[in-house]
């Protein structure tokens, strides 16, 4: 019996898969951005953070409740300091001079939010850290402080008790507008070293054991183990970026892969790799003279015809209206 020098993680196999005509919604840290990009850059349908990267369990639980009984934003809701509007529910491109015009904004992202959670098959919720600011005024967690003063906020770590009794709450209220939705966890393997190695591993801590309280909700589908498969699978730095913190192209890529196992069949993986390279060959910078450039477009114009021919619920539009463009 050879040794194995690895630890391996088996993520579960889902009974209920993604595919083209599954929508799926991804909230969380960023690396809840990197696997939705994943996706959709094989065209399954997707909404990514619509109130932009959000890093602790509360601010994700806010927004998914504003998607879920669909919130008309207004200027109440906004933070005025020297003389810049803020949201501090969302990311830090949530900003203004001008409140009519940060309002606005706000409710057609939550609108078309709230659209898509009721059609969503599945929602995957990626905790980052436990750390949470509150604002002072107000005791309320915010989801960014947009480089605010630190003076305005309260810093501190999220109880295990307060995440899962919040998330319980915004579970039920969720599932009562759609009550079809596979809802997964995960945490994210992204370290927030600010305070330190000890105090990041307490954060993860406490979001670890949280999804696992939560696991025992009848309410929750599962949970995915990304935060595993870096610290004991691959667990070496050459599957980080040059920060060290995040995951690198490779790592990123075999969580990817572990991830289609899971929640894709052969053929919808089989689709998602057609449309993949048909999106790519979008920004693919074509050396040569116009003739070059037709020839081209001509030959990916037919690739999506043959696609368009196996799945006819696969939008490429954009990519061929695109290729028609070039194409003489």
């Known amino acids: 019996m050879g040794l194995e020098f690895r630890t391996l993680v088996e993520p579960p196999l889902s009974g209920d898969k993604i ?12 690396f809840a951005s990197e696997i939705g990009r994943k996706a959709e850059s094989g065209k399954i349908p997707v909404l990514i953070n619509p109130h932009g990267t959000l890093f602790n369990p509360l601010s994700v639980s806010r927004a998914l409740l504003r998607f879920a009984e669909g919130y008309s934003y207004s200027k109440r809701d906004l933070y005025l300091f020297e003389n810049r ?6 990311y830090t491109l949530f900003s203004s001079e001008d409140p ?14 709230h659209d898509f959670l009721l059609k969503a098959s599945f929602l995957f919720i990626t905790f980052g850290t436990a750390w949470v600011f509150d604002l002072k005024e ?4 915010v989801a960014n402080c947009h480089k605010l003063p630190a003076s305005l906020f309260l810093r501190r770590q999220a109880e295990v008790s307060e995440i899962e009794n919040i998330w319980a709450d915004t579970l039920e209220r969720v599932l009562r507008v759609n009550p079809s939705l596979k809802v997964w966890f995960t945490v994210s393997p992204v370290r927030h070293l600010n305070d330190g190695l000890h105090a990041n591993q307490l954060s993860k801590s406490r979001l670890l054991l949280a999804c696992d309280r939560l696991m025992s909700y009848p309410s929750v589908t599962g949970y995915f183990p990304s935060y595993e498969l870096f610290m004991d699978d691959l667990r070496d730095y050459r599957f980080y970026a040059t920060d060290m ?4 192209d490779v790592g990123l890529m075999y969580v990817w892969n572990r991830f289609t196992e899971s929640f894709f069949t052969m053929n919808t993986m089989s689709l998602w790799s057609e449309a993949d390279r048909i999106s790519k060959a979008m920004a693919h910078r074509i050396l040569g003279d116009r003739n070059t450039a037709g020839t081209f477009a001509r030959a990916m114009l037919k690739k999506i015809d043959d696609l368009s021919d196996k799945a006819s619920y696969i939008d490429l539009s954009a990519e061929r209206e695109y290729f028609e463009s070039i194409k003489e």
Do not use: I, K, W
């Open 19 to 30: 595919s083209h005509q599954t929508p799926v919604l991804f909230m969380g840290s960023c």
């Open 85 to 90: 509007y803020y949201s501090l529910d969302h």
């Open 100 to 113: 009519d015009e940060l309002v606005e904004r706000l409710n057609t992202v939550n609108n078309s939010a």
């Open 138 to 141: 107000n005791g309320d967690s």
């Open 245 to 248: 913190l995040h995951p690198s």
